[in-house]
């Protein structure tokens, strides 16, 4: 009804954005407030979640449901599993980097678990650098260079 009441009032810019940019369509809306946020123009509206479900429950049905462009050729509709794996959070700030694992510990926060119904903290234990690599000094005046050619 709320539809039928932004269409009689003939807004239908509005009436597009709210069913594509800010509907249901993960990727859209990120990709919207990161234009917003960078002053840049709002890209095209992608296909909402919603449709594609209608899509797929057609397709359950026995329907071979295909959608097409002014020019006939066909809308290649991708998955939202097919769009791999996203850091939201580092579209929207740009190019700065989001690091899961910062040190926390020198922000003054720590870490705690439950044991049992208890809460304690979490000790870290140091990391230790696997690469060191030590080497022994040996003393061997008879070695030398020539000793590895394969000239003989």
């Known amino acids: ?5 932004l269409e009689a009032y003939g807004a239908s810019y509005t009436l597009q954005e ?4 800010k509907s249901d369509d993960v990727i859209g809306r ?5 234009a917003i946020i960078k002053g840049e123009n709002i890209p095209e509206p992608g296909i909402p979640e919603s449709f594609k479900v209608l899509l797929k429950e057609l397709q359950s049905l026995g329907l071979d449901v295909r959608v097409l462009r002014d020019d006939n050729t066909e809308v290649e509709i991708m998955e939202t599993v097919d769009m791999g794996e996203t850091d939201f959070r580092s579209l ?20 705690q678990e439950f044991q ?3 809460l304690v903290d979490v000790e ?16 061997d005046d008879d070695f030398e260079l020539d000793d590895l050619s394969d000239e003989e």
């Not at 990120?30 to 990161?34: L, S």
């Not at 870290?124 to 003393?139: A, G, L, R, V, W």
């Open 124 to 139: 870290e234990e140091p990391e230790e650098d696997d690469f060191e690599i030590e080497f022994e000094e040996t003393d």
């Open 18 to 21: 709210i069913l594509t940019v």
């Open 30 to 34: 990120v990709k919207t407030y990161e």
């Open 92 to 111: 929207i700030e740009g190019d700065r980097k989001y690091h899961q694992e910062d040190d926390l510990g020198a922000k003054g926060y720590t870490e």
């Open 1 to 5: 009804m709320e539809v039928w009441a």
């Open 116 to 118: 049992g119904e208890e």
